[in-house]
Structure formats: C-alpha cells, structure tokens
C-alpha cells in the first residue's frame, strides 16, 4: 500500500448506529486530519494531530470523536449522527516542521457517508 | 467575507481550449498557494504549489501568483478530456496548521 488509504470506501448508518473511519498513512509522515466535504462547500477542517497529539478541533460536535493511536493510524468514530453529517469524508497526512509551517498534505481517497 | 473565494462552475469548454481557474483571498498572511485537483470520487492529488509571486509552469499548467492583489490562477494549455475533474486552491496559513480551502471549481473537457 502506498500513500493515504481510507476504509470503508461507502458506509451507509442509521441515526442510532455506531461506526468507526480508518485512516492510514504509509509516507512517514508525523501529522494527520480529518476533513468533511459536502456537496458545493469548501473542504472543513475537523481535526488535527501532530506527533498523535490532537492540536485541533475545529468546533466538531461530539457525535464525531478521534483518535490517533500512533503516527500511521487515525480513526473517526461515530455515534448518534445526524442526516446532515452526510458527506464525503477525507484523511490527509503531512510532516509538520519545527517551526511550526507544514508542507504539503497529501489526501486518502475519503469514505462516503449516508446518514439515513 | 470568505477568507478564499472561488467560483464553482461548471465551466465547460471544447478539447485544446484554454482554460484559467481563479480564487481571490482576503488574508495577507498566506504564504504560498497550492492547486489541488480532485476527480469524480477520489480525495484531492496535488498538482502545484508556488511560494512567490509570478509565474510556476509545470507542462501544461501554469500557476499564477499575484500577491498585490491577492489574486491566484491556474492555466491550462491544450486541455484535454482527462482534465475534467474539481480544481481546488489552497493556502497553508502561517499560524493554523490546516490548510484554507476555496470552495473548488468544476472543470468539464468535451471531446
């Protein structure tokens, strides 16, 4: 496997189900995020880490909780969501810099999420 | 106002045109500007990014920066079919650690 990989590619959940996203990153890179993409909207941040610390969390309801086990992995967790959370959800990993700038994110293929 | 501003499209133009994306952005503290290109079911795939004003040419893509009027474009030569796909700036801010995304623009090639 090379580059970011994300599984399930297509989930579809009940407002009362419990699921779980994986993220997987295989470039050694130390930093990684979860972003949501619905139709005609900018990509939203939901969550940073860096070094498997979370350093953001982008005013993200609880329904939607991460985790970040060690530098190659991430989870989403899910729980009691909403139709509106519907969307195409996307893992990226960068190498965060020292200084604190960051270079290039590179994208997982995202997992595609109906809520009915 | 939106921190970066693009036009979604569609934007639809014959095989072999040329064809410019563009995003305008109200932060001066962005730094250096990248293109994403996502196809239809795919994450987003980098395809430039430029830290200066001026010209970045890679094949038939050229990225433009012009800082003073916070204006960035994307040109493509000859397009081709297998361009179609959403075209999206970004921007690394300088003290968050995500990137600032425009809204993408839909690009369609006809054969």
């Known amino acids: 496997e090379t580059g970011v990989t994300q599984t399930p590619r297509h989930l579809v959940m009940g407002m009362t189900n419990k699921k779980s996203l994986k993220c997987e990153q295989h470039?050694?890179?130390?930093?990684m995020y979860w972003y949501k993409q619905s139709a005609k909207k900018p990509l939203e941040l939901m969550f940073v880490?860096?070094?498997?610390?979370?350093?953001e969390n982008n005013s993200v309801p609880s329904r939607f909780s991460p985790e970040c086990p060690n530098s190659s992995h991430l989870f989403l967790h899910l729980h009691t969501l909403q139709p509106e959370d519907s969307a195409l959800y996307l893992c990226?990993?960068?190498?965060?810099?020292?200084?604190?700038?960051?270079?290039?994110?590179?994208f997982g293929p995202g997992t595609r999420l109906l809520v009915l | 106002q939106k921190e970066v501003e693009q036009d979604p499209g569609p934007l639809s133009v014959p095989e072999g045109a040329i064809v410019s994306l563009n995003c305008t952005y109200s932060n001066s503290a962005f730094q250096y500007f990248m293109w994403y290109r996502q196809y239809s079911r795919k994450g987003p795939e980098l395809l430039m990014y430029?830290?200066?004003?001026g010209n970045k040419e890679d094949g038939r893509f050229t990225a433009q920066v012009d800082k003073s009027s916070k204006y960035i474009s994307l040109f493509i030569r000859d397009s081709q079919p297998s361009d179609s796909a959403t075209y999206l700036c970004a921007m690394p801010h300088s003290s968050r650690r995500a990137l600032t995304f425009g809204s993408g623009t839909r690009l369609q090639v006809q054969p």
């Open positions: 430029t830290y200066s004003s």
């Open positions: 470039l050694g890179h130390n930093a």
């Open positions: 990226a990993s960068s190498q965060d810099r020292a200084s604190g700038g960051q270079e290039t994110q590179y």
């Open positions: 880490y860096s070094l498997e610390e979370r350093v």
